[in-house]
């Protein structure tokens, strides 16, 4: 269970998305606002919500007082953002809101959470010529996170708006990802308001709400039917308002009226309708206002209503904004949309989740090798050998489109397709040991790339080792080489002395090595499976027994296996679960350690 302080809490749309993954918990919470604060209070009803100043050595050191009674595990927020935005001039520099990642900052390092994340604008990234972004990174790396930023937009995490946000992550213990896109169709408009009631402008049977303020009057709530809805109230807009709005074309905007009525004096800025098939614009605080941009019904001549708003933030009927309409607005505008909040906290779930298991020789992960690094190297893990067969990126849906009847191609899976086949080279090479060797599996294709990665990062090539297969795959033997050999590389790091184990009884060694295509017993369902003959012959070669040997993308495991069975130590890394369950019942079938 991680537990939450959610700081800038605002109405709670980062909490609440959040808390749709049963594994998390708000328990504390803060915000300067106070009607912010009453939304919060009475959507949260367990979590200790503060309303005040974080800039305020007292209010700090209650935050951190509680949020260590509490068992805070986890900090989520998003930081006053308008000096990034575009609204805000992009100020970087010169706009002390900004600073307030300071006090973000400060918050974390007391509590030292495993995870934070923090939300703010597209724009961040760039402010400054990326100032910002390089000083957080900075300053959160040196109290021990590892960190992980991007730009997510909602409308591709089922929200029905474009929304795009900066999203950092840390962790203390890996480099967490951002979530996948959902990959689904985009949500729209229609989709999340046409079941509302059609309100024109001032529209709505009210009544009053004594929950917050007894001695409020403007507190209201709508009924529908026999439930009460709250929140869909429409503004009530000026007679010149309603006329401008009464010219926009359904769907249409200022740009589709006659000349003579576009002008300044007519359209200041832009009145636009939201469009019923599309996902909605960026919804910001001002959306009750029709010249601030799409922001109108589609058809309608109104503003849209808090309700509308907040149902394109992917709010739920049940959540209710407390305030004037000025402060709601300013709460759902500035929320965090709670379905993209419920796709990061469903990814990092999934990533503490992956699978392991470890002994004193053999140690696998159920994790990403790009990812997984970051622990290795805060782990002062220093292999002796890399051994690694990584996705070929060789997968094509028809490989003989010249063939009179052609034939399905290779197509491995999604791992084998748009693989970033050198990156992870660097990072490797540097956690290597001094004397430590590299042997890299790979396409004919490749060699040339892989060699030239290799020679920029403090390695020797020494040469190109080939697999030659004595039953190898037909190809049509009219029209191309039968393909009988694979190809590996191996390199050394600069200066190293490398082990090279010559058998005594041969007088030098081929970098050749025969053996059959594996089939049989030793055959398992991943597509790409090296032959166990082959490395046991390898790694008998390149190290001595007790060597410790790392796969980042250990596939079926057969380097596991040959490393087991030969007394050699062995950490694999593969990311893709069914293959790393593959992997892990080859190499523990027998002996169990």
């Not at 074309?249 to 800025?269: I, V, Y």
């Not at 001094?434 to 990062?457: A, D, P, Q, T």
């Not at 390695?459 to 004595?470: E, L, S």
Request: glycine content about 6%; hydrophobic content about 35%; aromatic content about 12%.
């Amino acid at each position: 269970m991680f537990k939450i302080l959610d700081l800038f809490c605002g109405a709670g749309g980062f909490s609440y998305g959040i808390e749709l993954n049963k594994n998390f918990k708000t328990v504390v919470a803060l915000d300067f606002n106070k009607s912010a604060k009453d939304t919060f209070t009475n959507n949260f009803k367990n979590v200790k919500v503060i309303c005040d100043d974080i800039t305020s050595e007292h209010v700090k050191s209650k935050i951190i007082s509680l949020s260590k009674s509490e068992g805070v595990n986890m900090v989520i927020g998003g930081p006053p953002c308008q000096g990034f935005s575009l609204k805000g001039k992009k100020a970087g520099l010169e706009d002390s809101r900004n600073f307030l990642f300071l006090e973000y900052f400060n918050i974390v390092k007391e509590i030292k959470p495993e995870v934070f994340i923090i939300e703010n604008v597209k724009a961040l990234i760039n402010s400054c010529n990326g100032y910002f972004i390089d000083q957080i990174i900075k300053k959160f790396k040196e109290i021990g996170y590892f960190i992980n930023y991007g730009v997510m937009d909602s409308s591709k995490f089922g929200v029905p708006q474009i929304r795009e946000r900066t999203i950092i992550i840390g962790s203390l213990s890996k480099k967490l990802s951002l979530p996948k896109e959902l990959g689904k169709k985009k949500i729209t408009v229609r989709e999340a308001i046409s079941d509302l009631e059609f309100l024109n402008s001032a529209e709505g049977n009210f009544i009053l709400d004594y929950k917050i303020n007894p001695k409020s009057s403007y507190q209201k709530i709508m009924r529908k039917n026999s439930l009460n809805l709250y929140n869909h109230i429409s503004t009530k807009h000026s007679e010149l308002a309603l006329k401008k709005l009464s010219f926009i074309p359904a769907e249409g905007d200022k740009s589709s009226l006659p000349m003579n009525l576009r002008g300044k004096q007519k359209f200041h800025t832009t009145w636009s309708r939201l469009i019923w098939d599309k996902p909605s614009p960026t919804i910001d605080t001002r959306f009750d206002t029709p010249s601030n941009g799409r922001n109108s019904h589609p058809i309608l001549n109104r503003a849209i209503t808090p309700r509308e708003a907040a149902r394109l933030q992917s709010f739920p009927d049940t959540f209710i904004f407390y305030g004037n309409k000025t402060e709601i607005c300013k709460q759902i505008g500035n929320a965090v949309p709670p379905l993209m909040a419920k796709c990061i906290a469903d990814s990092l779930i999934s990533q503490y989740n992956f699978e392991k298991v470890e002994s004193d020789f053999i140690k696998i992960y159920n994790e990403d090798a790009y990812v997984y690094i970051e622990k290795l190297k805060k782990d002062n893990i220093r292999p002796n050998h890399i051994i690694t067969d990584p996705p070929y990126n060789i997968s094509t849906d028809n490989n003989f489109d010249t063939l009179r009847k052609p034939r399905v191609g290779l197509k491995f899976g999604d791992w084998d397709t748009n693989f970033n086949l050198y990156g992870w080279i660097p990072k490797y090479i540097e956690i290597l040991d001094k004397n430590g060797s590299i042997i890299i599996f790979c396409s004919y294709r490749f060699i040339s790339y892989i060699i030239e990665v290799l020679e920029k990062n403090n390695a020797v090539v020494k040469d190109v080792i080939k697999w030659k297969k004595t039953n190898p795959m037909p190809r049509n033997i009219d029209r191309r080489y039968v393909q009988d050999t694979e190809f590996a590389v191996w390199a050394v790091k600069k200066s190293s002395k490398w082990v090279f184990n010559r058998k005594i009884d041969s007088k030098y060694l081929r970098a050749e090595f025969q053996s059959s295509v594996v089939s049989g017993k030793e055959k398992t369902l991943h597509p790409t499976q090296k032959s166990l003959k082959i490395l046991e012959e390898i790694i008998e070669i390149h190290t001595n027994e007790g060597d410790l040997i790392i796969d980042p993308f250990m596939g079926s495991g057969t380097t596991g296996v040959a490393a087991k069975k030969l007394k050699r130590k062995f950490l694999g890394i593969e990311i893709e679960n069914e293959y790393y369950k593959l992997a892990k019942d080859r190499i523990f079938k027998e002996n169990k350690e």
